[in-house]
């Protein structure tokens, strides 16, 4: 009689259990597809702002290559190196800031100052930008680089350049028909879509 009633229990306990672990397991389905969606979700973002971040740090710099050699325009182009401060991504912000950044610095303090005459007058912006780089006390290196002013700081001279860029053009459809004008646009567009995309992410 006892083996007969164990066998009744199991048998109808056996569903109960199994409907339990069926529910456990469905919870941490979803549970583990939460996790999986969230993580691909905030890593696609952050990997949609550091290439980003990446796009508009060679935007700068091709900007103010052009600007040094055949653009030749009167827009204030030296601000590219605050913006190139506040937007270089941070393994060659760290790299330049380095001993690297240093002699670099050191070599193109020296030639200035003793060797003029062999300084060219097209390596007075990258040189500025290297020694602002090494000497920039951490408050602007490490804060503010890090934080939301940084990005308004590059908004805003993004946006400052483009407009200049468009007056000088003489229209915005103008901007584009101009001499290397689709290059140069571009390359200013690219300096406001990272700091809009990180101001809207980090906000």
């Not at 048998?11 to 339990?20: F, N």
Request: aromatic share 14%.
């Amino acid at each position: 009689m006892g083996r007969i009633l164990m066998q009744y229990l199991a048998t109808k306990t056996d569903p109960v259990l199994a409907s339990l672990i069926d529910s456990d397991l469905y919870e941490l389905k979803l549970a583990t597809k939460k996790l999986f969606n969230d993580a691909t979700m905030l890593g696609g973002i952050g990997l949609g702002t550091s290439f980003l971040k990446w796009v508009a740090s060679f935007a700068a710099i091709y900007l103010l290559i052009l600007d040094r050699t055949n653009w030749r325009t009167n827009m204030l182009t030296s601000l590219l190196v605050p913006y190139l401060f506040f937007s270089l991504p941070g393994s060659l912000f760290q790299f330049f800031r380095g001993e690297v950044g240093k002699w670099v610095a050191f070599i193109a303090v020296v030639l200035r100052l003793f060797l003029p005459k062999h300084f060219p007058d097209w390596l007075e912006i990258p040189g500025s930008m290297i020694l602002i780089l090494v000497v920039a006390p951490d408050f602007f290196a490490l804060k503010l680089r890090e934080n939301w002013v940084g990005i308004a700081i590059d908004l805003f001279i993004g946006c400052y350049l483009l407009q200049e860029h468009i007056r000088a053009s003489g229209g915005f459809r103008n901007s584009f028909t101009q001499r290397h004008g689709i290059s140069n646009t571009l390359g200013i567009i690219f300096l406001i879509v990272y700091p809009v995309w990180a101001l809207v992410i980090h906000h």
